[in-house]
């Protein structure tokens, strides 16, 4: 876990963030009818060569990829390639950058041309639902006040939290402590100021439960149902939570 104390390190957080944020509304104006997933992580790489960033999934435990694909009922790292994207998909795009040797983590999800009401609904609640979680992420509150407000606001929208994956600290690593579930448990750490946290719900449209596909890598709906993820970098203030992405 680190935490960040002094001002360059808060500075050099807040850049990488930033420059994160825009490589991904570039990648979202890329969706449409008829693109291959590939030409999306081609666009991760170019982008990520202009802003002298390094793409912080590439190589990754092995991860073949610049960035994350999932489509439908693909929940998380889906790897690009030849699927063609067509009107009514809904795409959720998770990266990260490295800049000066720290990580930031953040992810969408994008709907392709016209979709259906479950999926702008599903879409809207999960992105409310990390908005939710953010609120809570107040210096002296508990990660489970993060997790339990995700929950809530969710399980009351009739959608399900996935509970095999979690947020997570972020920093000098991709991955570090605390991790960050999207479902109520035991307290958890005690938030402080400097910490910073990947939160990120991922939402289905019905039963929480995944499957993991035969490349290993991509995790899916147990039974093809739709799938929505979001996720900021933030990090921990005396006051709000400081969204980095």
């Known amino acids: 876990m680190i935490i960040i104390k002094s001002p360059e390190e808060i500075a050099t957080m807040r850049q990488c963030g930033k420059i994160l944020a825009a490589i991904l509304d570039k990648l979202r104006t890329e969706i ?11 666009v991760m790489a170019e982008e990520s060569r202009r802003r002298k960033v390094k793409p912080s999934f590439k190589g990754y435990q092995g991860f ?46 994008v709907g392709v041309g016209e979709i259906s009401q479950q999926a702008r609904e599903l879409i809207e609640v999960t992105e409310n639902s990390l908005e939710a979680g ?18 809530d606001y969710v399980e009351s929208r009739g959608f399900s939290v996935v509970r095999e994956y979690t947020g997570h600290g972020v920093g000098r690593d991709l991955h570090e402590d605390p991790q960050v579930p999207n479902f109520a448990f035991k307290n958890g750490p005690l938030l402080r100021k400097g910490m910073v946290i990947a939160i990120e719900p991922m ?11 035969p490349n290993q890598w991509t995790v899916l709906t147990i039974n093809g149902i739709l799938s929505a993820h979001f996720e900021h970098t933030v990090a921990i203030t005396d006051g709000k939570a400081d969204i980095l992405t």
């Open 134 to 151: 953010i609120a809570q992420a107040n210096c002296g509150a508990h990660v489970r006040d993060i997790s339990a407000a995700i929950q």
């Open 32 to 42: 449409k009818p008829g693109i291959k997933t590939y030409q999306l992580d081609i």
């Open 203 to 213: 939402v289905n449209a019905g039963d929480w439960h995944t499957r993991l596909a």
């Open 64 to 109: 073949p990829a610049n960035l994350c694909v999932s489509v439908n009922d693909e929940i998380v790292h889906g790897i690009p390639g030849e699927r063609v994207l067509k009107d009514g998909d809904i795409v959720s795009l998770d990266a990260g950058v490295i800049y000066h040797g720290f990580h930031s983590d953040s992810a969408i999800t």
